[in-house]
């Protein structure tokens, strides 16, 4: 049972990334053909693991629903709003033009969604406020550079001579700098961890300690 | 339909602003509108972009290997598995796929692109030295030429004109060392000093004091210009879709769409009104 549990799982993952490291290195038309079907795959799983979220979700508001937590009407709304946008998917057939999913996308769904992301601004701006203070070098460096971008970015600011050079300067030199040095460390950070998976070490995946 | 949508946009769009003034029903009610509608939508995406086209219409072709295709449904079946506990362990086969399909791509991809990529762009010759090649001298001379064709020409167009200066500059800086040529040095030291003074400030193997501490001060000031900047762009990204909002809010307001954004505000702002008389009371009430 053992085996079943840890070693399976370890052998599953050491043959896919084995398998897909050769395979790049091995250009041949199996080898390509192994790559398709493998994407293939991966997005099946995916859409797969979807419904374990959409399962997930469901226990839970079910949950608050059958308990009649506070709130749980807002559960209600969820669930009941979740069921609907399905019910117009599949009476579009997808998202057939002027069908109700593209209407609910249109009218719902992107206007909350660029209002969502929209407010963030106002936090950003608002915590900006009370922790941008320019009380050392670095400090007064990154507001410096923000203002310049930002300023580049409206027409007021890129109408003041050399603010627009200064931030495409700034985008593709320094910025280039420091984000290369830091995709150096997220590269070799996956890699590593790719290694660790490779050699059984990196185990957490599994969930359990078994 | 169309002033439906209206008035459900405004309505959606001012339920999740109220939130500018504290956590409220409203804004409640529009999250969870927005969980529901975001997860139902991604779902009747994946059901007809990845069901239907990858697994169904392959089981229901001609394709002798067609059955291949249970697979990837059977292992992400065992996902599923996690909710019946006695046998959630058997999901661990379908993450492994995950896990090692993600690292096997991830390897050589990551190798290219961000190591191999980055370091050729960032090892180069700090000093360019002028090509003095006959090649060269000619390449700048034919610019130069067509350079001082363009600017006599009949036409006189400046857009031609700067375009073959622009050339001939190019072309020059490869011949000679122009200030164009020291400024791309400038920047290719600029970039290597960055790149190394940033790695070396993540470097935690020796202690950063005396003279290497200078290395890592002006790592991070680079990192301090990429999160300003990074901060700049995130912040303008969202005032553009704020200035979408806020103009679909006036374009909605227009009588054409039956005032959407003045009634729906005006009969928000009397609930939050009458919420916060009902609960000062209340709180009033606990307080005696």
New interface residues.
């Given amino acids: 049972m053992l085996h ?2 840890r070693t ?3 052998a ?10 050769l ?3 091995v250009p041949h038309p199996l080898s390509e053909k192994f790559l398709g ?2 994407q ?16 997930s ?1 469901f ?1 839970s508001h079910l949950r608050k629903i059958r308990v009649q937590t506070p ?1 749980w009407g ?2 209600l ?10 019910l ?3 009476h579009s ?3 057939s033009p002027g069908g109700p ?1 593209q ?7 992107s ?12 936090f ?2 608002s915590a ?1 406020f009370r922790a941008f203070r320019a009380r050392s ?3 007064t ?10 300023l580049a ?2 027409p007021l600011g890129a109408a003041i001579p050399g603010v627009g050079s200064l931030s495409a300067w ?19 950070g ?2 590593a ?3 660790r ?2 050699f059984g070490i990196e185990r957490s ?4 300690t ?1 | 339909m169309e002033i439906v949508g209206a008035w459900i946009a405004v309505g959606l769009t001012l339920f999740m602003f109220s939130f500018l003034y504290k956590d409220n029903p409203f804004y409640k009610v529009g999250e969870n509108l927005y969980v529901g509608i975001t997860i139902g939508y991604f779902v009747i995406q994946l059901w007809y972009k990845t069901w239907i086209d990858k697994v169904w219409d392959v089981l229901t072709g001609q394709a002798h290997d067609r059955f291949v295709i249970l697979i990837p449904v059977l292992i992400g079946a065992l996902l599923l598995t996690r909710f019946v506990p006695k046998i959630a362990w058997m999901s661990r086969w379908a993450f492994a796929f995950v896990i090692g399909y993600g690292a096997g791509l991830a390897i050589p991809a990551t190798l290219t692109t961000s190591v191999v990529i980055q370091a050729q762009a960032t090892a180069k010759p700090l000093v360019t030295m002028p090509d003095r090649s006959p090649g060269a001298a000619k390449a700048t001379e034919n610019a130069k030429a067509a350079y001082d064709k363009a600017k006599e020409g009949a036409a006189k167009e400046d857009e031609k004109i700067r375009a073959a200066r622009y050339r001939y500059e190019q072309s020059r800086s490869v011949s000679e060392y122009t200030f164009l040529t020291a400024y791309r040095d400038f920047t290719t030291i600029v970039i290597f000093v960055g790149v190394f003074c940033v790695l070396f400030y993540f470097f935690f193997s020796i202690e950063h004091r005396g003279p290497v501490r200078a290395f890592s001060r002006v790592g991070i000031l680079f990192l301090m210009i990429y999160f300003g900047a990074s901060y700049g762009n995130t912040v303008m990204g969202r005032l553009s879709l704020l200035y979408g909002r806020v103009l679909d809010l006036k374009d909605y307001s227009r009588q054409m769409y039956g005032f959407a954004t003045p009634v729906i505000l005006v009969l928000m702002i009397a609930v939050l009104a009458a919420l916060h008389v009902k609960n000062k009371g209340k709180d009033e009430g606990h307080a005696a």
Wanted: proline letters at 2%.
């Fill in positions: 079943l549990k399976v799982p370890l599953i993952a050491f043959f896919f990334v084995v398998a897909l490291i395979q790049y290195f079907m493998t293939k795959w991966a997005i099946i799983v995916v859409y797969v693991s979807l419904l374990l979220g959409v399962g979700l226990q709130g807002y559960s709304v969820t669930l009941s709003v979740f069921g609907l946008t399905v117009a998917g599949f057939r997808g998202n999913l209407w609910t996308y249109e009218f719902a769904y206007p909350m969604s660029a209002t969502m992301f929209s407010l963030l601004g106002f950003i701006a900006a070098v670095e400090a460096l990154l507001l410096a550079t923000a203002v310049v971008i930002m970015q409206v700034i985008l593709g030199v320094p910025l280039t700098a420091a984000k290369r040095a830091l995709m150096f460390g997220v590269a070799l996956s890699i961890t790719a290694l998976i490779i995946y599994l969930g359990g078994e």
